[in-house]
């Protein structure tokens, strides 16, 4: 069973900059499924962005789309969330969720019953 820290949210100010890492550990795959969900109050929890790490290939949320960035640093197991341009819109708990995809036979998915293990989450808050 996996386990996933995330970390680096805060408070940040409307066109401000934050990176979000998810330390992974308990998984040996290279073919895992990566993703950054999100959950602001009295709302579902939605994907932001899917990373397939064999490939590096990213599944985006269309609110993020050119303004977040995905990336992987496999010395030190952690995927990272770099955000930029942050909208108070984009206030929310942010979660880490991971899938190994020679297990589920997929990836790239907003199906949340996809992922196998989850982070605690870490809040990011976006003043105007």
């Known amino acids: 069973q996996g386990h996933l820290v995330e970390s680096g949210g805060g408070s940040v100010q409307a066109g401000g900059s934050l990176r979000l890492a998810c330390v992974v550990s308990?998984?040996?795959?290279?073919?895992?499924?990566m993703g950054w969900f999100r959950q602001a109050p009295g709302k579902e929890r939605e994907g932001v962005a899917i990373?397939?790490?064999?490939?590096?290939?990213?599944l985006w949320a269309n609110s993020v789309k050119g303004r977040f960035t995905v990336s992987q640093d496999n010395a030190k197991n952690t995927i990272y969330l770099q955000m930029h341009s942050l909208e108070p819109e984009d206030t929310a708990m942010y979660y880490c969720?991971?899938?190994?995809?020679?297990?589920?036979?997929?990836?790239?998915?907003?199906?949340?019953?996809?992922?196998?293990?989850w982070g605690q989450g870490t809040q990011v808050t976006v003043s105007s």
């Open positions: 969720a991971a899938a190994d995809s020679r297990l589920s036979g997929t990836c790239l998915t907003w199906d949340r019953t996809h992922y196998t293990a």
């Open positions: 308990g998984y040996t795959s290279s073919r895992m499924c």
């Open positions: 990373l397939y790490t064999y490939t590096n290939i990213t």
